[in-house]
């Protein structure tokens, strides 16, 4: 009897031995296929194959370089699916940006910042880091650490703009978060209600930016609150110039309304209000249609939202993965064609699914804030009736004098133009109305 249990022990042991070794074999496997591919200049098709080494593996050694540049090939969202217990076996810098990456997603900010301070400044993904450490220094009101993350993140972002060598579209990535980081400190001074220095700030950003059409609803709220409504809607009526409605606010109409209320203009409140109520019913019906069919939807909503910076490098990066390709089709000493012809098909599915998640968020949140939108609007249309009737009671008549330059101060580089609708390129975001307030004991604006 002993002896048959010995047998067995010994049969159970050759089992698992033979087992572990096939399972080296395949991680090894991969590790060279991945090796020699990399060598000759592919990489996009390599995503599946650093996924399944992420999983089985407890090291990449010198992959992790590769795993790096894929992060900026590609974007995170491609590893962050994977179990935090495959990415937490491994030490480093760019498994620590995916962590820190995916708990800052979650919300998880305290254990998010543990990993995205691991990233050293001789990083590509340094910059990256120091901008979400920037924002999550701001989210607890840690102004001066944010500030100290933002200005790194633009100072490191400006210079790897410079130093990549990879696929063009990657240093304009480093371009837009150079930007974002610009305009991050510019809403820090904002939020601490350093109205006049962030106004400074925001002026520094390029118009030529990607980012630059987002900030203008920040300029105008800013304006606002500094009673500044002339130029509140100056900066508004920048969003109807063709080349910019695609990034128009939800939020735009129910601030030009109160900029007229402000100023007792209540027809125009009436105006923007009626004239939304009606546009809106039928941008949420095309939004709810991206919902249903995020890629096959034709609107003007889909067209709006697809020119969200985000999908730019979105696509960019499956432009890159059909340009691998070719390569792959013409290069017969790679060894691997056809399992990575395979990889590429995985990598274009997992690349369409991000891209339609993205837009049913945006949808999302466009829906959201339209209805919040509406929802402000109808407070101050009765805001506006139960002035108006106030007034009728009191026997008062509500005009004044409309778009007079006396209200308007301007230094020798500003001018005055009629504005029968025309849009100057250099001069977007720099109009300012001229209408006088019609409130009473009020001063002229």
Partial sequence: ??????????????????????????????????????????????????????????????????????????????????????????????VAYILGKKLFNKGLYYEAEKYLEIIRKSSSLYPHAQYILGIISVTSKNYARADNHFSKCFDEGNQWMSDYSGPPYVNKQFKMLKDLCQVAKARS???????????????ELDKRSRVWPAILIDEAWMHFYLGNYNRTLGKIVTYNAPQLQFSTHADVSSLASYSYLKMCLYDDVLKISNKYEKSTIAEIEELNEIR??????????????????????????????????????????????????????????????????????????RIYDLRQTLESLSYLKLEVLGRKKESLYKGKELKGVRGDVKYLK???????????????ADELGDYVFALASECENEKKL
């Fill in 1 to 94: 009897m002993r002896l048959k249990n010995l047998f067995y022990s010994r049969y159970i042991y050759l089992i698992l031995a033979f087992l572990n070794s096939t399972a080296n074999t395949k991680t090894l496997s991969i590790s060279e296929k991945i090796s020699r591919s990399y060598s000759k200049g592919i990489k996009i098709s390599l995503v599946p194959w650093m996924k399944e080494r992420l999983h089985e593996s407890n090291s990449l050694n010198e992959q992790y370089n590769l795993l790096q540049e894929l992060i900026l090939l590609v974007g995170s969202q491609h590893f962050e699916l994977l179990a935090d217990s495959d990415l937490k076996k491994h030490r480093s810098e760019p």
């Fill in 410 to 424: 301007r230094n020798q580089k500003q001018y005055f133009w009629d504005f029968p609708g025309e849009f100057w």
């Fill in 189 to 203: 001074y904002y939020g601490q209600g350093k109205l006049l220095t962030s106004e400074l700030k925001f002026m």
């Fill in 292 to 365: 249903r069919s995020p890629y096959s939807s034709n609107t003007q909503s889909f067209n709006r939202l697809r020119k969200h910076p985000s999908f730019f490098f979105y696509n960019e990066s499956l432009r890159w993965a059909e340009i691998e390709v070719q390569r792959i089709r013409k290069d017969n000493s790679l060894g691997s064609e056809n399992e990575l012809l395979e990889n590429l098909d995985d990598f274009v599915d997992f690349q369409k699914n991000i891209i339609a998640r993205q837009m049913k968020r945006l949808a999302d949140k």
